[in-house]
């Protein structure tokens, strides 16, 4: 199985701050890999796949990047809304992986 | 309104059975794979199982396989779940999951998420 390691498993932050968030893969994931947000008592819902296309209807504040087998989520200007865990995912191959995920809280 | 709707989750006994239903609306629902994934209480998300759109091929995490059974009526826009030997760590919220792309299962990116369902297994 593809193991993700995902980092921080938690990080605080203030209104306006940027937060990124990695994501390892434990082997090639062909770019497959996608970001999901969920709060809690909710579905988690997606915000980027492919690494780096943003979902239709995400704010632009939200961005993907990959560097290898490492993927980077990075919220820019973070708002109240934006409190909340993600977790990434290999969509490459089964079965599928998710990272432990990363509590963004507030600061 | 696109939308999926869990149901058939409870309290089940160790060795027991349950079968989860998934209901999907707004979407031509056999165009698209479905998969199922699990979050226990307080934990992650894990892939539990998939079917392509015409649920000829399916998937199973190995935690699940030889116990679990996913299938899908079309006609009836229905994604089910069969749950058999049921233990105390299948306990989670079960949700159901449309991929993003089309029939196949693969890649496995998930645009569409139910509200969940919760199975409890405990004597």
């Known amino acids: 199985d593809i193991h993700m390691t995902q980092s921080p498993s938690s990080v605080s932050a203030s209104v306006g701050d940027r937060v990124t968030i990695t994501c390892r893969a434990s082997q090639d994931i062909n770019s497959w890999l996608v970001w999901y947000q969920q709060k809690p008592g909710k579905a988690p819902k997606l915000l980027i796949y492919a690494a780096s296309t943003l979902q239709t209807g995400v704010p632009s504040r939200f961005s993907g990047t990959e560097s290898g087998t490492d993927f980077t989520l990075t919220i820019s200007n973070l708002q109240p809304e934006d409190f909340a865990t993600y977790y990434c995912?290999?969509?490459?191959?089964?079965?599928?992986?998710f990272g432990r995920g990363t509590k963004v809280e507030i600061k | 309104e696109v939308q999926l709707l869990e149901s058939g989750g409870g309290l089940v006994q160790p060795g027991g059975s349950l079968r989860l239903s998934c209901a999907a609306s707004g979407f031509s629902f056999s165009s698209y794979a479905m998969s199922w994934v699990r979050q226990a209480p307080g934990e992650g998300l894990e892939w539990v199982s998939g079917i392509s759109g015409s649920g000829y091929s399916t998937y199973y995490s190995d935690s699940v396989k030889g116990r679990f059974s996913i299938s899908r009526d079309n006609s009836k826009n229905t994604l089910f779940l069969q749950l058999n030997s049921l233990r105390a760590g299948d306990t989670a919220v079960y949700y159901c999951a449309k991929v993003l792309y089309s029939d196949i299962l693969n890649p496995g990116d998930f645009d569409l998420w139910g509200r969940g369902t919760l199975v409890a297994v405990s004597s």
């Open positions: 995912q290999q969509a490459n191959s089964f079965p599928y992986t």
